[in-house]
């Protein structure tokens, strides 16, 4: 049986608009040419005519949050406790098991911006899909920002996922979910409105805070969902093993068996 891979992840790009202002990452890329001093100081007498065709090395020096980029979210991103209690766990801590699980696809593209998620809505998606969760299995989210990304209104588009949304998938087992927006929660310009009407404090990153209870991974900006089907896929999204990290990046692809 063959294969197909899609890469679900964003490239950790400069310049764009990838999160909100002052909090986008930052690249110097150094040129072969600008190299060469530095690999002459490694090698006394060695001068550039003397390596071939006059090139060093290319590197690039990054100044980066692990949340920029295509990312998973430990639960210590969220809160200091989880599962009612518990120490909350960070992305060195997490079992590698949840990262390589059989992927399910929700397609919320069609919801308006700053939409919270409902328990209803998903259980309405899972019998249009005729998917049946399973436990591990990982939840991805399709929403209308995956196509946005990079552009001046990324940030602030899709739906979110609440707390009654996220309790839905991880009082079923399922432990790691992700999304192609800036956030698993609405986009905050949303959230800010609603807690100004209301002053209700928990609204705030109500999805995210959820973990509270049931502990459980968030995979941000992901990419290319609308090509995947609803079922029928692995997903692979092994984070960087950050000591004590909130969140590592990932090169997260789904794997569907054609």
Same mark, same amino acid.
């Given at each position: 049986?063959? $294969?197909?891979?899609?890469?679900?992840?964003?490239?950790?790009?400069?310049?764009?608009?990838?999160?909100?202002?002052?909090?986008? #990452?930052?690249?110097?890329?150094?040129?072969?040419?600008? /190299?060469?001093?530095?690999?002459?100081?490694?090698?006394?007498?060695?001068?550039?005519?003397?390596?071939?065709?006059?090139?060093?090395?290319?590197?690039?020096?990054?100044?980066? /949050?692990?949340?920029?980029?295509?990312?998973?979210?430990?639960?210590?991103?969220?809160?200091?406790?989880?599962?009612?209690?518990?120490?909350?766990?960070?992305?060195?801590?997490?079992?590698?098991?949840?990262?390589?699980? #059989?992927?399910? %696809?929700?397609?919320?593209?069609?919801?308006?911006?700053?939409?919270?998620?409902?328990?209803?809505?998903?259980?309405?998606?899972?019998?249009?899909? *005729?998917? &049946?969760?399973?436990?591990?299995?990982?939840?991805?989210?399709?929403?209308?920002?995956?196509?946005?990304?990079?552009?001046?209104?990324?940030? #602030?588009?899709?739906?979110?996922?609440?707390?009654?949304?996220?309790?839905?998938?991880?009082?079923?087992?399922? $432990?790691? &979910?992700?999304?192609?927006? @800036?956030? @698993?929660?609405?986009?905050?310009?949303?959230?800010? $409105?609603?807690?100004?009407? /209301?002053?209700?404090?928990?609204?705030?990153?109500?999805?995210? %805070? /959820?973990?509270?209870?049931?502990?459980?991974?968030?995979?941000?900006?992901?990419?290319?969902?609308?090509?995947?089907?609803?079922?029928?896929?692995? &997903?692979?999204?092994?984070?960087? %093993?950050?000591?004590? *990290?909130?969140?590592?990046?990932?090169?997260?692809?789904?794997?569907?068996?054609?």
């Amino acid at each position: 049986m063959g $294969r197909r891979f899609v890469d679900i992840s964003v490239a950790l790009q400069a310049g764009i608009a990838s999160d909100p202002p002052g909090g986008e #990452p930052k690249i110097h890329y150094e040129t072969h040419a600008e /190299s060469v001093p530095r690999i002459c100081r490694h090698f006394p007498g060695l001068t550039r005519d003397m390596l071939p065709d006059g090139e060093g090395w290319a590197t690039e020096q990054c100044q980066i /949050s692990t949340h920029n980029g295509t990312h998973v979210d430990a639960p210590w991103h969220y809160a200091t406790t989880m599962d009612r209690g518990l120490r909350a766990a960070t992305i060195d801590e997490i079992p590698l098991e949840w990262f390589h699980q #059989p992927g399910v %696809k929700l397609d919320f593209r069609h919801l308006p911006d700053g939409h919270v998620v409902s328990a209803d809505e998903i259980d309405a998606e899972l019998r249009r899909i *005729g998917h &049946v969760l399973s436990p591990l299995e990982i939840v991805v989210v399709n929403t209308a920002a995956g196509t946005r990304y990079g552009q001046p209104d990324y940030v #602030p588009t899709g739906c979110g996922m609440g707390r009654e949304a996220t309790l839905y998938l991880t009082s079923r087992g399922i $432990r790691v &979910v992700g999304t192609d927006a @800036w956030s @698993w929660d609405a986009p905050f310009v949303y959230t800010a $409105r609603r807690f100004a009407e /209301s002053g209700d404090a928990s609204l705030i990153w109500e999805g995210h %805070k /959820s973990g509270r209870e049931i502990g459980y991974c968030q995979i941000e900006k992901l990419a290319n969902l609308e090509l995947l089907p609803a079922t029928g896929f692995t &997903v692979i999204c092994f984070p960087v %093993k950050v000591l004590a *990290g909130s969140a590592g990046w990932t090169r997260a692809v789904a794997v569907i068996d054609a």
